[in-house]
């Protein structure tokens, strides 16, 4: 099956900074690769998402890359402000498995005002 | 549009009682998931259902854990009996289809004693 590891684990910035987390994932068949938000008590939020066939996107002050020769795809915030102060997770579908959704451990962003 | 919506968002029970969890997908969503995510990790896939058909539960404890969505659009979800290791937030998400973007709800946060 696919295995998705995120790296860090804890992330600490100072306000105005940049943040960057990466994924990794195994299975070359994975082809698309969202990110999600999760504040204290609530669900993950879709934040922004890549497909294989891209290879970078951009929203404002978030952006994906995604490398599939290398198969990581990393998430950059810039200008980081306090509530972007969360837990992000990455994920990879994996069509092969009946496009079941795997989930990296997640990344703990603190950003400091 | 509403979300998806999860009742209750928080039950304490003591173990080898039964509960059950509730969720409404987004209007229209054919696919409908339930996950678990235990603390400080990343959502874990218990079953995925297209319209009424479950067509991936190979996650589910199918001991103790059942699931239905007998008209295609509420599910519920139930443990009997409930172990202290059950202890998880469960997340129901919903997508227009099973390539499209999933949406969680806000959870049900179940701590059993």
């Known amino acids: 099956g696919e295995n998705v590891e995120q790296h860090p684990s804890t992330l600490s910035v100072q306000e105005g900074d940049s943040a960057v987390i990466k994924c990794t994932y195994s299975?070359?068949?994975?082809?698309?690769f969202p990110w999600y938000k999760q504040e204290l008590g609530k669900g993950p939020q879709l934040i922004i998402d890549?497909?294989?066939?891209?290879g970078e996107k951009k929203d404002q002050r978030i952006a994906v890359t995604l490398n599939k020769t290398a198969k990581h795809f990393s998430l950059h915030i810039t200008e980081t402000q306090p509530e972007d102060s969360a837990v992000y997770f990455c994920?990879?579908?994996?069509?092969?498995?009946?496009?079941?959704?795997?989930f990296g451990s997640g990344t703990k962003l603190n950003v400091k005002p | 549009e509403a979300g998806v919506v999860q009742s209750p968002r928080y039950k304490i029970i003591e173990k080898k009682q039964p509960v059950a969890f509730w969720c409404n997908p987004i209007?229209?969503?054919?696919?409908l998931y339930w996950y678990r995510q235990n603390l400080g990790q990343g959502p874990e896939l218990l079953i995925r259902?297209?319209?009424?058909?479950?067509?991936?539960d190979s996650q589910l404890p199918k001991d103790r854990f059942s699931a239905e969505r007998l008209k295609g659009v509420d599910s519920t979800l139930k443990i009997q009996p409930a172990e202290l290791g059950d202890s998880a937030v469960y997340l129901c998400?919903?997508?227009?289809?099973?390539?499209?973007?999933?949406?969680f709800g806000p959870g049900t946060r179940l701590l059993v004693l």
């Open positions: 890549i497909r294989s066939n891209v």
């Open positions: 299975d070359s068949a994975s082809n698309y």
């Open positions: 259902y297209e319209n009424e058909e479950a067509v991936d």
């Open positions: 998400a919903s997508s227009l289809n099973s390539i499209e973007t999933q949406y």
């Open positions: 209007s229209g969503h054919n696919t």
């Open positions: 994920a990879a579908r994996n069509p092969p498995l009946f496009n079941k959704f795997y």
